[in-house]
């Protein structure tokens, strides 16, 4: 019975995964390999079709590799056109403020009333000379307040040939990454007519021609890795397929969610950029005014910090991505993320990928190396970007530096610290009976003396404990396989717990040979017992094997309501008083032992001289039963019954009661 249920176990968990790959075989049209039959054997005939079980295993893989790409390409397809209509909207932003009068209203509201406020300090001077009370610098003052009389009226055209300034520097790079992606704005009726100029070439722009320099599907294709044919079918050597498809598809991977991070960080910053670019331009006058009113010298020191970050800002990230697009297109970069081909063979050699990796990290820095350079020298600052830089340098690290890290660890840790492990362990065992053999095993660090267990600390102790470059040391990998191997019995406790309490509640009795209820809760933790369902803790089948220390800890636990801790305590009691009334001497003595003398006053005290309850008193239940009843007659009662029932003959065998000693000692005293 035990091997048939071990046996079901088994098949829940392989069906799931055979009818995916069923199903990854049909949608896939049919067959999943058409590996050449090598003569007696590889191949077996499985439902039908030729099934090569590494071939298979490396079709599905490649499947859900190429999958991904392709699902983060739409992603990238889909932020590169944001970027596009960004970028063409911020260095076009003359032909969209041109397209949207309203701008031009609201900046000649303020001006109409900064000119107002003007006036005002104006009529403020005329008073003070009137009266007399010029300040020394009147005249200054004068002079100046008639300039920026002036100016205010010029603040629309000052601020619009700062920011055609930085847009036509800014498209002459941007012309040069993408020279065929250039949108000509001209005159534009609408907002709707230039967002649709922007669209008109796809998802080309800097995306474009960044990916096409990058070339990432050529990573998958170079190396015969869009299908298990080439590489199942030819003469593949140095890694397996498998290796191949992991190392090249991570790398993929990495490297489109980095630049579609990047690129959405950009395309904030040009978001941005038009929204912060048209606010300051219809603030301009407030700008001009703030030159000779005092109470607006903070608003001017932000106006400038913000127009200078905005128009620096652009410019400064498309020189750096020309740079890098420049440097990956044009040097040798591409022999790094390139193929090794020999006679037309993929090597795919461990060479071939360190070269791949290498070259996908040097293409991460710089990928990042626009934005973050940008951000730096203008003062940029934006929450959202902000945000998502930290992220892509965190990914950065991860994928790079962190797997380089991860991979020296786990070499460390399996190799030196694992033998460190192994020989501390074994000098710690080992003992010298003669003073030779002690002083020359302290020399080396073998035996348990005090001078070996330095040695052994300062040398295997240290490899056991280094974590080489990784987050952790091969001792804390034993540790975590000790968590691992701890919370596997908990979860297999708990499926064991759940069969046999359903069983029991069906009336099947445990299996001959197999666990019991007794035995699953014994083994069961505290914490364990307390995540079991309430309405399971109250079935006689559990409540029986709950110790004292779990019913105190119900009644301290948060996860239990107060309605659900008293239906426990409750249910105890009615279950043991029933137990004690159909003289079930089992589930009795079960429960008996975790009640205490105190407890016990609280259930029917005609109970308490039942005979199977009688049978299974202790002398510390019955003392805190004396000292804690106010009932004479009630300890006059158990002690009649303990005497009576000792050394009853019950089917030819005496009764021995446990606490018939101590009972009459008890009467001995003049007590009970």
Same mark, same amino acid.
């Given at each position: 019975?035990?091997?048939?249920?071990?046996?079901?176990?088994?098949?829940?968990?392989?069906?799931?995964?055979?009818?995916?790959?069923?199903?990854?075989?049909?949608?896939?049209?049919?067959?999943?390999?058409?590996?050449?039959?090598?003569?007696?054997?590889?191949?077996?005939?499985?439902?039908?079709?030729? =099934?090569?079980?590494?071939?298979?295993?490396?079709?599905?893989?490649?499947?859900?590799?190429?999958?991904?790409?392709?699902?983060?390409?739409?992603?990238?397809?889909?932020?590169?056109?944001?970027?596009?209509?960004?970028?063409?909207?911020?260095?076009?932003?003359?032909?969209?403020?041109?397209?949207?009068?309203?701008?031009?209203?609201?900046?000649?509201?303020? $001006?109409?009333?900064?000119?107002?406020?003007?006036?005002?300090?104006?009529?403020?001077?005329?008073?003070?000379?009137?009266?007399?009370?010029?300040?020394?610098?009147?005249?200054?003052?004068?002079?100046?307040?008639?300039?920026?009389?002036?100016?205010? !009226?010029?603040?629309?055209?000052?601020?619009?040939?700062?920011?055609?300034?930085?847009?036509?520097?800014?498209?002459?790079?941007?012309?040069?990454?993408?020279?065929?992606?250039?949108?000509?704005?001209?005159?534009?009726?609408?907002? !709707?007519?230039?967002? #649709?100029?922007?669209?008109?070439?796809? %998802?080309?722009?800097?995306?474009?021609?960044?990916?096409?320099?990058?070339?990432?599907?050529?990573?998958?294709?170079?190396?015969?890795?869009?299908?298990? +044919?080439?590489?199942?079918?030819?003469?593949?050597?140095?890694?397996?397929?498998?290796?191949?498809?992991?190392?090249?598809?991570?790398?993929?991977?990495?490297?489109?969610?980095?630049?579609?991070?990047?690129?959405?960080?950009?395309?904030?910053?040009?978001?941005?950029?038009?929204? +912060?670019?048209?606010?300051?331009?219809?603030?301009?006058?407030?700008?001009?005014?703030?030159?000779?009113?005092?109470? =607006?010298?903070?608003?001017?020191?932000?106006? /400038?910090?913000?127009?200078?970050?905005? =128009?620096?800002?652009?410019?400064?990230?498309?020189?750096?991505?020309? +740079?890098?697009?420049?440097?990956?297109? &044009?040097?040798?970069?591409?022999?790094?993320?390139?193929?090794?081909?020999?006679?037309?063979?993929?090597?795919?050699? =461990?060479?071939?990928?360190? !070269?791949?990796?290498?070259?996908?990290?040097?293409?991460?820095?710089?990928?990042?190396?626009?934005?973050?350079?940008?951000?730096?020298?203008?003062?940029?600052?934006?929450?959202?970007?902000?945000?998502?830089?930290?992220?892509?340098?965190?990914?950065?690290?991860? #994928?790079?530096?962190?797997?380089?890290?991860?991979?020296?660890?786990?070499?460390? $840790?399996?190799?030196?610290? $694992?033998?460190?492990?192994?020989?501390?362990?074994?000098?710690?065992?080992?003992?010298? %009976?003669?003073?030779?053999?002690?002083?020359?095993?302290?020399?080396?660090?073998?035996?348990?003396?005090?001078?070996?267990?330095?040695?052994?600390?300062?040398?295997?102790?240290?490899?056991?404990?280094?974590?080489?470059?990784?987050?952790?040391?091969?001792?804390?990998?034993? /540790?975590?396989?000790?968590?691992?191997?701890?919370?596997?019995?908990?979860?297999?406790?708990?499926?064991?717990?759940?069969?046999?309490?359903?069983?029991?509640?069906?009336?099947?009795?445990? +299996? @001959?040979?197999?666990?019991?209820?007794?035995?699953?809760?014994?083994?069961?933790?505290?914490?364990?017992?307390?995540?079991?369902?309430? !309405?399971?803790?109250? &079935?006689?089948?559990?409540?029986?094997?709950?110790?004292?220390?779990?019913?105190?800890?119900?009644?301290?636990?948060? &996860?239990?309501?107060?309605?659900?801790?008293?239906?426990?305590?409750?249910?105890?009691?009615?279950?043991?008083?029933?137990?004690?009334?159909? %003289?079930?001497?089992?589930?009795?003595?079960?429960?008996?032992?975790?009640? %205490?003398?105190?407890?016990?006053?609280?259930?029917?005290?005609?109970?308490?001289?039942?005979?199977?309850?009688?049978?299974?008193?202790?002398?510390?239940?019955?003392?805190?039963?004396?000292?804690?009843?106010?009932?004479?007659?009630?300890?006059?009662?158990?002690?009649?019954? @303990?005497?009576?029932?000792?050394?009853?003959?019950?089917?030819?065998?005496?009764?021995?009661?446990?606490?018939?000693?101590?009972?009459?000692?008890?009467?001995?005293?003049?007590?009970?």
């Amino acid at each position: 019975m035990k091997r048939i249920k071990q046996i079901k176990e088994i098949i829940k968990k392989i069906l799931p995964i055979f009818c995916l790959a069923v199903l990854v075989w049909v949608g896939m049209g049919g067959k999943i390999a058409h590996a050449q039959k090598a003569s007696g054997g590889g191949i077996t005939s499985f439902l039908g079709f030729d =099934l090569d079980l590494m071939s298979f295993v490396n079709t599905i893989l490649s499947y859900i590799v190429n999958a991904a790409l392709q699902m983060l390409g739409w992603l990238l397809s889909l932020v590169g056109i944001l970027l596009n209509v960004s970028m063409n909207l911020t260095t076009h932003l003359k032909s969209f403020i041109g397209a949207t009068p309203v701008i031009y209203t609201v900046w000649g509201t303020i $001006r109409d009333l900064s000119s107002m406020l003007l006036i005002f300090f104006i009529l403020w001077a005329a008073i003070q000379m009137i009266l007399s009370l010029k300040p020394p610098s009147y005249g200054t003052m004068i002079r100046n307040m008639v300039i920026m009389g002036i100016l205010i !009226n010029f603040s629309f055209f000052m601020t619009s040939v700062l920011i055609d300034a930085s847009n036509i520097v800014s498209l002459q790079f941007y012309n040069a990454i993408a020279p065929n992606q250039t949108v000509d704005m001209g005159p534009m009726n609408s907002v !709707n007519e230039m967002v #649709a100029a922007s669209l008109e070439n796809g %998802d080309g722009g800097i995306s474009g021609i960044f990916m096409g320099a990058l070339k990432i599907n050529q990573w998958w294709n170079n190396r015969g890795l869009n299908s298990t +044919v080439s590489n199942t079918g030819g003469s593949s050597t140095g890694l397996s397929t498998t290796a191949q498809i992991i190392l090249t598809g991570f790398a993929g991977i990495i490297v489109l969610i980095i630049t579609i991070l990047s690129f959405l960080a950009v395309v904030i910053a040009c978001i941005w950029r038009i929204a +912060v670019l048209i606010f300051l331009l219809g603030f301009s006058p407030v700008w001009i005014a703030s030159w000779v009113i005092p109470n =607006l010298k903070d608003f001017a020191k932000q106006w /400038t910090d913000q127009l200078k970050a905005n =128009l620096i800002f652009l410019p400064v990230y498309l020189l750096f991505m020309y +740079v890098a697009i420049k440097i990956i297109a &044009d040097s040798k970069l591409n022999t790094l993320t390139g193929n090794v081909v020999n006679g037309g063979v993929v090597s795919g050699g =461990l060479g071939d990928f360190i !070269n791949l990796f290498v070259g996908f990290a040097i293409i991460i820095v710089m990928l990042n190396i626009p934005i973050f350079v940008a951000i730096k020298v203008s003062g940029l600052s934006i929450k959202a970007i902000d945000s998502l830089q930290g992220s892509i340098e965190k990914f950065s690290r991860w #994928a790079t530096v962190g797997r380089l890290q991860a991979g020296a660890g786990w070499a460390g $840790r399996n190799t030196a610290g $694992r033998f460190g492990s192994s020989v501390e362990k074994w000098a710690g065992n080992q003992k010298f %009976d003669s003073r030779v053999g002690k002083i020359a095993g302290a020399l080396v660090g073998v035996g348990n003396s005090e001078i070996a267990r330095g040695i052994r600390a300062a040398t295997v102790g240290k490899a056991a404990q280094a974590k080489y470059g990784g987050s952790r040391s091969w001792k804390d990998q034993v /540790t975590i396989n000790k968590d691992i191997a701890s919370k596997d019995k908990e979860i297999e406790r708990r499926k064991e717990f759940g069969t046999l309490l359903t069983n029991l509640k069906a009336g099947q009795p445990p +299996v @001959v040979g197999g666990s019991t209820m007794k035995d699953v809760i014994g083994k069961m933790s505290e914490k364990e017992k307390l995540s079991i369902k309430p !309405n399971d803790l109250k &079935d006689p089948n559990v409540i029986r094997y709950l110790k004292k220390g779990d019913f105190e800890a119900i009644k301290k636990s948060d &996860d239990f309501s107060k309605e659900d801790k008293d239906a426990i305590e409750a249910k105890r009691k009615e279950i043991f008083e029933t137990a004690i009334r159909n %003289d079930d001497e089992g589930m009795v003595k079960d429960m008996l032992k975790n009640y %205490d003398g105190k407890e016990l006053l609280g259930i029917d005290q005609a109970l308490l001289t039942g005979e199977a309850v009688i049978k299974n008193y202790t002398n510390s239940q019955l003392k805190e039963i004396g000292d804690h009843s106010n009932s004479e007659q009630l300890k006059t009662n158990i002690a009649d019954a @303990v005497i009576r029932l000792h050394g009853l003959s019950v089917n030819g065998a005496q009764v021995r009661v446990p606490t018939f000693g101590w009972i009459s000692d008890q009467r001995s005293r003049g007590i009970w």
